[in-house]
Structure formats: structure tokens, C-alpha cells
């Protein structure tokens, strides 16, 4: 198990000096050894210096998992330019807004979505190098503004690089969804980076003889965390793939020699619902986490694949402070804490709740820097997450007598869907732009799947026809696909407070009614 400096750049050089030629990570069509890595990463580095880019300076990152996109966090870590990973689904608005708010110089984008930058490139403020992986380079930018990755790197020593970076300095930026206003960059040090990965190797007791297999993007902790910082803390190797398939999971956990994967959202229903074949248990991974894992599923699960289940609550501000291990596992609990933080549930008034009370989970560190450093830009918000010196998740949960708590909804304004957080104040504001639309509020309700789908509840105005597909079509230009409603419905008004606030757990408990339209069930395709 490493114990050396918690910095990203330290622990890869570490690795590639104790076994630069062995194999650290496979993707679908090549490998990667630690000294590859390494050295990628150093000309990465080079290259951003050679643009003028220094430590402290913030470089937005839109790739698809590959070892682009490992080099490249490597590369700017090494010389201190914090990464602002980018969702590869974001486009219009809340694309530029990222790039605005990280006051991002600079952007390693994949040549697939390189064309959304020219729809606003004039919104940019901060924006002066665009560099773009693959062959072609479109060129909404003045002459000079954009590279070539891989003519960057040709170029580019792999030499080490002698900039100083600690545990504490900043690593990257985050976006987590908004719930009553914009997205709030989350900035996350090495340090509370490493914090989380330590606590999945104590969770799954990660070693030499594991490989880990992830299919989540890099842009989510859950990747990054959960199995790449994971596997060099413990000395594992990794497979990563770009996107989870159902039909062939089981095929790659065998041909690959899996022996533990992380899970999200309906990740295990899905492979559930997989027709039953007499081959299932006979798979060489030994324990997965994740969550959520539904209760109606644990057992049956586990039975069928011959697998142990664990689970943990977390937040890209927190990490991991509560897991249900296998051994003392605890069927629809989150699990007990940490012992790196403080877990209670507070009332209204900041008050701890007794036992078996539902209220709101708060989370403060015992440890310095394992959490995040606040909201970029935002101090307000910053200020207001912490009330009373504790962090509010917004989520409400209980704790019964044996210190095992319980995530019972969200307090804030946020639908979860297949593992992605969904704003509904961004999905409303797009909404609300459309011209023929008097006000909507989006709402999660459930999915067949486990978590949430989206439904946008429409008022529009007066005397206007407004058809449920042309306000996807409407969305689909200025959304990520996972956030396009799945169902809409039309209402003539909202219900109210007497401050004309819509009451949306009244919208919550009326659900999806007989007049509520759905996309699936219509045949209409969101295109990623």
C-alpha cells in the first residue's frame, strides 16, 4: 500500500520506478504501462508550460476515457494547472457558463465535440488555448489559439518536471449540480482526493492481486477515485472501458479477470434483468461497491453471481463518509461512518436528532483537508453549506441505535437519474427560454430502473399550442442527453404558496398522471 506524498503526480512516479514495464491500465483496444504513463504525463506537462499555462491557472478537460485523458490529468497536476473536468454531454449554456466560472485559460477537447465550442465562442471571457485530440481541428478561433494534442506531445520533452505541488494545493475544480441556482465548482485538493481513494481500500481491502474495471467517465469522482487513484494506492491494475454494456459485462469480468468493479444508479437492475444463464455465478469477481443497491434486489444478486455487496454514502464534496461493508452488511443503510468524520442528523434548528428520526445528514472532517475547499467563485454559497460548522448535504436520512444511518430523499433540488445528478433549476431555465413556455418545474419520480426519471411540468401561455415534441427537440439543442426529460406534462397553473412559490411536492405526490406524455413509450430518441 502506498505511503508516500498524497500528491497524484508523486504516486504515478512512485509506480513507474517500482515497475515501469508492467501493465497499469487496458483499455478496449491498447494498454498502458506505468512508464507510458509517466512519460505521458511529462510531455503533457511540457507541452502546457510551453503555452504559458502555470500553477494555479485552470484548464477544462472534455474527453471520452482513454489515455488522453489519463495523460492529461497527469500532465497538469504535475505542474500545478488545475483540471476542470467537463461531462461530455454538455453543450449551449451550461458549457459556457463552466468555462466561465473556472475562468478556464485553456481546454484539451476531443475532435468530436470540438464543433460545440463554435456556438459559444463568443461567450467565452477567459478562454486562449484550445487544444484538440484527433486529426481534425475545427477552428472557431483566431489563428494560433488552437493545437494539435498529438503534435503537442511529438514535440514535447518527458523529462521530469521540477515544479513543487503539495497534498494541500488544489487539484481540480468539480461541477455538482445547482439546486437553486447555477452549478458550484467544487475544489477538491490532492489530499481530499487521496482521502477518498484510501477509504475504498480500506472498503474492499484492494491489493496486488486485484484489477478493478470501471466504465464510468473520467469527468466523475467515481472513476478517478473509486479505481484510478484506488488501484495505485494499493498497487492494482485497472480495465476501462468508455460505456457500460449490459449484454457483455459478464463476457469482459471473465476474459479480463475482473475481481471488483464500483456500481451506480441502475447499474445492478439492469444486469439483473440480463436473461439467467447457468454460467452467471462462475466469474472471478469477488466484491463490488457502489451505490445504490435496492433492497429487493441484494440477495438475489448476490446468490445469482456469486458475489458480496457493499455499499457507501458520498458526495463529490465529501467523498465516502459512511459504508456498509459486506461482513456486517445492512440491508438499505448507507452504513455507519468514517472514522475520519463526524456524521449526525440534525432537525430544522441544528438540532441532533434522536434515533430513528429522519432529518438532515451533516458531515464535518476529524482529519484536515479530506474534504472540499469550498465552492470556486462562490464564498456565499460556501459560507452557507457550512452553517453551524457543519457541511449540509441537503439529503435527509436517519440513524438507528446502532449508528447505522439511512438515506431516506433529497432536500434540495436535484433529480438522480442512472447516476447522474440533474439540476432542475438548469433543466428549467432551459425550459423557460422556450418562447411559447410561461413557467415549468422539473421533478424526479420514480424509474423502473431504481433512482429517478425526469418530468418537466409545462404551463404554457395563453392561446399558444406547444407539443411535447418540439419542447424536446427545444431541449435536446441546449441540454446534455441524460437531462432531457424523459416525461412532460401540461398544467393550466402551478399550485402555490401564498409567495407564489410552486409547490412541487405536491407536483411530486400527483406523479405521472393519465395525461402525462412519455417519450419512451412515443418512440422519440434523445441523441447523445
Known sequence: ??????????????????????????????????????????????????????????????????????????????????????????????????????????IVIDQEWAGRLEDIHNELHYLEHVIVVGEDHPTPFTDGM??????????ASDGDVDIPVKPTDLSLILFTSGTTGPSKGVMLSHRANFALSHSCCDLMDYGPRDRLFTMFPLYHVNARYATILAALIAGSDVVMH??????????????????????????????????????????????????????????????RFNIKITEAYGSTEIGLAMVNRAETFRKGSCGRKLPIYEVEIHDDDGNPCPPNTAGEIVVRPKEPSVLFSGYYGMPEATVKAWKNLWFHTGDRGRMDEDGYFYFVDRQKDVVRRRGENISSFEVESVINKHPAVHGSAVIG????????????????????????????????????????????????????????????????????????????????????
Open 445 to 528: 419520480v420514480p424509474s423502473e430502473l431504481s433512482e429517478e426519471e425526469v418530468l418537466a411540468v409545462v404551463q404554457a401561455k395563453d392561446d399558444t399550442k406547444l407539443s411535447s415534441r418540439e419542447l424536446l427537440d427545444f431541449c435536446q439543442r441546449r441540454l446534455p442527453h441524460f437531462a432531457v426529460p424523459r416525461y412532460v406534462r401540461f398544467v393550466e397553473e402551478f399550485p402555490r404558496t401564498p409567495s407564489q412559490r410552486i409547490e412541487k411536492y405536491k407536483l411530486r405526490k400527483q406523479g405521472i398522471t393519465e395525461d402525462t406524455w412519455d417519450r419512451e413509450a412515443a418512440g422519440y430518441t434523445v441523441q447523445r
Open 146 to 155: 488552437v493545437y494539435s494534442f498529438e503534435e503537442m506531445l511529438e514535440e
Open 1 to 106: 500500500m502506498y505511503n508516500g506524498t498524497e500528491t497524484f503526480g508523486a504516486i504515478v512516479a512512485f509506480r513507474a520506478k517500482e515497475k515501469p514495464d508492467q501493465r497499469f491500465i487496458r483499455f478496449e483496444t491498447s494498454d498502458m504501462t506505468y512508464r507510458e504513463f509517466h512519460s505521458g504525463g511529462n510531455k503533457v506537462a511540457h507541452a502546457m508550460s510551453s503555452l504559458g499555462l502555470s500553477k494555479g491557472d485552470r484548464c477544462a478537460v472534455m474527453l471520452p476515457n482513454g489515455p488522453e485523458f489519463l495523460k492529461t490529468w497527469l500532465g497538469l497536476t504535475r505542474v500545478g494547472v488545475v483540471e476542470v473536468p467537463v461531462n461530455t454531454g454538455l453543450r449551449g449554456d451550461l458549457f459556457a457558463y463552466i468555462l466561465n466560472q473556472a475562468k478556464c485559460k485553456a
Open 242 to 303: 468508455k460505456r457500460f454494456t449490459a449484454s457483455g459485462f459478464w463476457d469482459i469480468c471473465k476474459r479480463e479477470q475482473i475481481t471488483t468493479f464500483t456500481y451506480m444508479g441502475s447499474m445492478l437492475t439492469i444486469l439483473l434483468k440480463q436473461p439467467e444463464l447457468s454460467g452467471d455465478a462462475d466469474n472471478p469477481v469477488r466484491q463490488i461497491q457502489g451505490a445504490p443497491c435496492p433492497s429487493e434486489i441484494y440477495d438475489e444478486f448476490q446468490d
